[in-house]
């Protein structure tokens, strides 16, 4: 995080500093922000770019801690947003995927209860042909993603 290097030249790109696992893909600002309530799904973001040949398919993203997760994409129809099963994301060299709140993201179930904001966790993604990359995220505290607000929706059921 200590230098922000915006790469805007896309005429003469170098090679990039690849970490380990899968060629050309980047993953960058990986975080996980942790539910409000405990026992509630966290909601995991980051940006994936690729440098390589042809295209990646990003097909599961496994998080350290949490006994599931799933891709889910966010959409909208008729003003109303609700979020659907994503199968895949595909990048390529000309279109870089963010997963962001309001859009893409991922939801990991069950997760670690001594999972802390301030803390990280390992993410890996798993890209079509098993290659893998696996970066730190950072965890944060609920109200860091504006759009995911679990206020409303909780009076339907008292409990004694
Ligand atoms: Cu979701």
């Known amino acids: 995080m200590a230098a922000l290097a915006l790469a805007a ?9 690849a970490p380990e696992g899968t060629p050309g893909v980047s993953v960058t600002n990986a975080r996980v ?11 995991i973001y980051f940006d994936l770019a690729y440098t390589g040949t042809g295209q990646a398919v990003l097909e599961a993203v496994d998080l350290a801690g949490a006994a599931k997760t799933e891709m889910h994409d966010t959409v909208s129809a008729g003003g109303a947003a609700h979020m659907d099963t994503l199968p895949s994301a595909v990048i390529d060299r000309t279109a870089a995927v963010h997963f962001a709140p309001g859009g893409k993201h991922v939801m990991a179930f069950d997760l670690d209860p001594s999972s802390s904001a301030g803390g990280k966790s ?29 206020m409303a929706g909780m009076s339907e059921s008292p409990k004694p």
Request: aromatic share 2%.
């Open 9 to 17: 030249c896309q005429q003469h790109a170098p090679a990039p500093a």
């Open 33 to 43: 922000i942790l539910p409000a309530v405990r026992g509630n799904p966290a909601a």
């Open 122 to 150: 390992e993410l890996t993604l798993v890209f079509k042909g098993g290659d893998k990359v696996t970066v730190a995220a950072a965890l944060e505290a609920p109200g860091s993603a504006p759009t995911m607000a679990p």
